[in-house]
C-alpha cells in the first residue's frame, strides 16, 4: 500500500523518474548505511584503531538483504531511535568478535548524515546526465530556430522582436550554470560525516583525524574542515541548487504554456492521437504536462525552504530540524528529476508555428518596433523629443486601429527628417531583431562543452 504520489502506483509516472526513486528507495538507504559502516571499519583498521581481521569480517558480512525492513520499522517506532536497530541488525549478520567492532568511535548522525551525503552524490550524478542532455537538447533548438522571428514580451504586452532561439538560449544559459552550480558545490556538500558524540572525535582520540579522512577517502567524499553535526549550510546549498534547477524547468513549462494559449499559439507542448485535454470538452488540447511541471517546480521549491529553516541547530546536536532532511532531500530530488525528463519529452516533440508568430508579430501594424523609428528620430531632433513625437502618432495608431507607417508618413515632424520608405523600413519587425543571432551563438560557444 502506498501513501504519497511519489510512491504511487497510479500516479508516480507523472511526478518522479524511476532511476532518481531508485537512488532513495530503502534498499539503497540501507546499503549506504552498511557502506559507512565498512568504510568507518576499514578506515580505523588502516589506522590500527580496530584489527584487520575484523574489518575483514564487517565487509564480508555486509548483506543489506538479509536486513528485515518490516522489523527495523517496528524496532525504529519501539526504540525511538532511527539507527540502533540497523546496528543490531549488522553485529548479528558479522557476529563474532569482529561485530563489537561495528559503529567504534561513531555517533548515529555521522552514519546517517554520511549516508544522506551518498545518496545526494548519486542523485547529482543522475541530474549532471540529465541537464547535460537537456542544455545539448536547448542548444541545438536554439540553433536551428536563431532566424524564427516572434514578438518578445514584457509585462505582457508585446515589446520588441526576438527570435525564438535567441529565448532558447537564455534557458540553456541557466542550465549551463546550473551544471556549474553543481560542479563547484561538491567540494562544500559532498563531505563524510565522522565526529562522535560530540564532534570532537574524542572517542578516536588523537587518531581521529587520519581516520576521518581515511574514511572520507574510502567513500570518495570531502573531509570536512570541521564536524558538521549543526552546520547545515551544506545541503542547505545543495537544496537551493535543486530549487534553483527546478525553477528553470518550470520556468521553460510556464513559457509553453503562455505562448501555447488559444489568442496566442505559437507553440504547442505536442500532441499525439488519444491523448485527452479535458473530460468534457473534446475540443481541449491542454498543455498538461507542463502544467504537471509547474506544479512539480512549487512542490521541490516549498520543500527546499526548510533547508534555511535547518540551518538554525541548538548546541552540539539538534534532531528537530534534523529529521526533515530524510524527507525534503530525497523529495526534491526525485521531484526535480521527474520534472527535468517530463520537459526533455515535451521539447522532443512541440510544435513551433512560425505562421502564427509572424500573425502575433503584426498584430499591433508597427507599434512593436516604435523603437526603432524613435532613435532613427532622435539622431535629428534627440531622444526626448523623438520619444514624444512617437508616443503621440502611436496612440494615434493604436486608438484608430492604423498601421504605424500610415500614421507617421503624414506627420510632417518625422517625414522631414525621414523618407516615407525609410519609415515603413525600420517598421518592419523582421529588421528589428537586435543580436538575437549573436547571443545564440555566445551561449553555443559558452556551453557546448558541457552537453553531450
Same mark, same amino acid.
Given at each position: 500500500?502506498?501513501?504519497? #504520489?511519489?510512491?504511487?502506483?497510479?500516479?508516480?509516472?507523472?511526478?518522479?523518474?524511476?532511476?532518481?526513486?531508485?537512488?532513495?528507495?530503502?534498499?539503497?538507504?540501507?546499503?549506504?548505511?552498511?557502506?559507512?559502516?565498512?568504510?568507518?571499519?576499514?578506515?580505523?583498521?588502516?589506522?590500527?584503531?580496530?584489527?584487520?581481521?575484523?574489518?575483514?569480517?564487517?565487509?564480508?558480512?555486509?548483506?543489506?538483504?538479509?536486513?528485515?525492513?518490516?522489523?527495523?520499522?517496528?524496532?525504529?517506532?519501539?526504540?525511538?531511535?532511527?539507527?540502533?536497530?540497523?546496528?543490531?541488525?549488522?553485529?548479528?549478520?558479522?557476529?563474532?568478535?569482529?561485530?563489537?567492532?561495528?559503529?567504534?568511535?561513531?555517533?548515529?548522525?555521522?552514519?546517517?548524515?554520511?549516508?544522506?551525503?551518498?545518496?545526494?552524490?548519486?542523485?547529482?550524478?543522475?541530474?549532471?546526465?540529465?541537464?547535460?542532455?537537456?542544455?545539448?537538447?536547448?542548444?541545438?533548438?536554439?540553433?536551428?530556430?536563431?532566424?524564427?522571428?516572434?514578438?518578445?514580451?514584457?509585462?505582457?504586452?508585446?515589446?520588441?522582436?526576438?527570435?525564438?532561439?535567441?529565448?532558447?538560449?537564455?534557458?540553456?544559459?541557466?542550465?549551463?550554470?546550473?551544471?556549474?552550480?553543481?560542479?563547484?558545490?561538491?567540494?562544500?556538500?559532498?563531505?563524510?560525516?565522522?565526529?562522535?558524540?560530540?564532534?570532537?572525535?574524542?572517542?578516536?582520540?588523537?587518531?581521529?583525524?587520519?581516520?576521518?579522512?581515511?574514511?572520507?577517502?574510502?567513500?570518495?567524499?570531502?573531509?570536512?574542515?570541521?564536524?558538521?553535526? #549543526?552546520?547545515r549550510d551544506g545541503l542547505a546549498e545543495f537544496s537551493s541548487i535543486i530549487a534553483m534547477i527546478s525553477g528553470t524547468i518550470g520556468k521553460i513549462a510556464n513559457e509553453i504554456i503562455n505562448l501555447q494559449k488559444s489568442e496566442i499559439g505559437e507553440i504547442e507542448e505536442g500532441f499525439k492521437m488519444g491523448q485527452v485535454g479535458s473530460s468534457t470538452m473534446p475540443h481541449k488540447r491542454n498543455p498538461m504536462i507542463c502544467e504537471y511541471v509547474v506544479g512539480l517546480t512549487r512542490l521541490v521549491q516549498r520543500n527546499a525552504s526548510l533547508s534555511f529553516d535547518a540551518m538554525i541547530q541548538e548546541h552540539e546536536r539538534d534532531m528537530t530540524f534534523w529529521t526533515t532532511e530524510w524527507s525534503y532531500i530525497p523529495q526534491i530530488c526525485m521531484l526535480t528529476s521527474g520534472g527535468i525528463e517530463q520537459m526533455t519529452g515535451v521539447l522532443?516533440?512541440?510544435?513551433?508555428?512560425?505562421?502564427?508568430?509572424?500573425?502575433?508579430?503584426?498584430?499591433?501594424?508597427?507599434?512593436? #518596433?516604435?523603437?526603432?523609428?524613435?532613435?532613427?528620430?532622435?539622431?535629428?531632433?534627440?531622444?526626448?523629443?523623438?520619444?514624444?513625437?512617437?508616443?503621440?502618432?502611436?496612440?494615434?495608431?493604436?486608438?484608430?486601429?492604423?498601421?504605424?507607417?500610415?500614421?507617421?508618413?503624414?506627420?510632417?515632424?518625422?517625414?522631414?527628417?525621414?523618407?516615407?520608405?525609410?519609415?515603413?523600413?525600420?517598421?518592419?519587425?523582421?529588421?528589428?531583431?537586435?543580436?538575437?543571432?549573436?547571443?545564440?551563438?555566445? #551561449?553555443?560557444?559558452?556551453?557546448?562543452?558541457?552537453?553531450?
Amino acid at each position: 500500500m502506498t501513501s504519497s #504520489v511519489l510512491d504511487s502506483e497510479l500516479l508516480r509516472g507523472i511526478y518522479v523518474s524511476e532511476e532518481m526513486r531508485e537512488i532513495f528507495s530503502d534498499d539503497q538507504l540501507l546499503q549506504k548505511w552498511v557502506n559507512s559502516w565498512i568504510a568507518l571499519a576499514k578506515a580505523e583498521a588502516e589506522v590500527g584503531i580496530i584489527p584487520k581481521e575484523a574489518a575483514d569480517e564487517i565487509e564480508k558480512n555486509a548483506d543489506v538483504s538479509k536486513f528485515d525492513k518490516v522489523a527495523i520499522r517496528e524496532g525504529i517506532v519501539d526504540t525511538t531511535h532511527p539507527l540502533i536497530v540497523q546496528i543490531r541488525h549488522f553485529t548479528k549478520m558479522v557476529g563474532g568478535k569482529a561485530s563489537g567492532y561495528i559503529h567504534w568511535g561513531a555517533t548515529t548522525q555521522d552514519i546517517m548524515d554520511t549516508a544522506v551525503v551518498l545518496q545526494m552524490k548519486d542523485a547529482q550524478i543522475l541530474l549532471e546526465k540529465q541537464l547535460r542532455s537537456l542544455l545539448d537538447q536547448l542548444l541545438k533548438l536554439a540553433k536551428e530556430h536563431e532566424s524564427t522571428v516572434m514578438p518578445g514580451r514584457t509585462h505582457g504586452q508585446h515589446a520588441l522582436p526576438i527570435t525564438l532561439g535567441y529565448k532558447i538560449a537564455i534557458w540553456a544559459d541557466e542550465i549551463g550554470k546550473h551544471l556549474d552550480r553543481l560542479e563547484d558545490g561538491k567540494k562544500r556538500y559532498l563531505v563524510g560525516s565522522l565526529g562522535g558524540a560530540a564532534g570532537t572525535l574524542a572517542s578516536i582520540h588523537e587518531d581521529g583525524l587520519d581516520v576521518q579522512q581515511a574514511f572520507c577517502e574510502s567513500l570518495n567524499l570531502e573531509q570536512p574542515t570541521i564536524t558538521w553535526h #549543526v552546520q547545515r549550510d551544506g545541503l542547505a546549498e545543495f537544496s537551493s541548487i535543486i530549487a534553483m534547477i527546478s525553477g528553470t524547468i518550470g520556468k521553460i513549462a510556464n513559457e509553453i504554456i503562455n505562448l501555447q494559449k488559444s489568442e496566442i499559439g505559437e507553440i504547442e507542448e505536442g500532441f499525439k492521437m488519444g491523448q485527452v485535454g479535458s473530460s468534457t470538452m473534446p475540443h481541449k488540447r491542454n498543455p498538461m504536462i507542463c502544467e504537471y511541471v509547474v506544479g512539480l517546480t512549487r512542490l521541490v521549491q516549498r520543500n527546499a525552504s526548510l533547508s534555511f529553516d535547518a540551518m538554525i541547530q541548538e548546541h552540539e546536536r539538534d534532531m528537530t530540524f534534523w529529521t526533515t532532511e530524510w524527507s525534503y532531500i530525497p523529495q526534491i530530488c526525485m521531484l526535480t528529476s521527474g520534472g527535468i525528463e517530463q520537459m526533455t519529452g515535451v521539447l522532443n516533440r512541440w510544435i513551433v508555428y512560425p505562421d502564427n508568430m509572424e500573425r502575433n508579430l503584426n498584430q499591433l501594424q508597427g507599434l512593436i #518596433v516604435s523603437e526603432n523609428l524613435m532613435l532613427s528620430l532622435g539622431e535629428f531632433v534627440g531622444r526626448d523629443t523623438a520619444h514624444d513625437l512617437i508616443y503621440d502618432v502611436s496612440m494615434k495608431a493604436f486608438e484608430e486601429n492604423q498601421p504605424l507607417a500610415d500614421i507617421a508618413v503624414k506627420d510632417s515632424r518625422i517625414t522631414e527628417h525621414i523618407s516615407e520608405q525609410e519609415i515603413r523600413n525600420l517598421l518592419d519587425p523582421k529588421s528589428y531583431i537586435g543580436l538575437s543571432k549573436t547571443f545564440v551563438d555566445r #551561449v553555443h560557444k559558452r556551453w557546448a562543452h558541457r552537453s553531450i
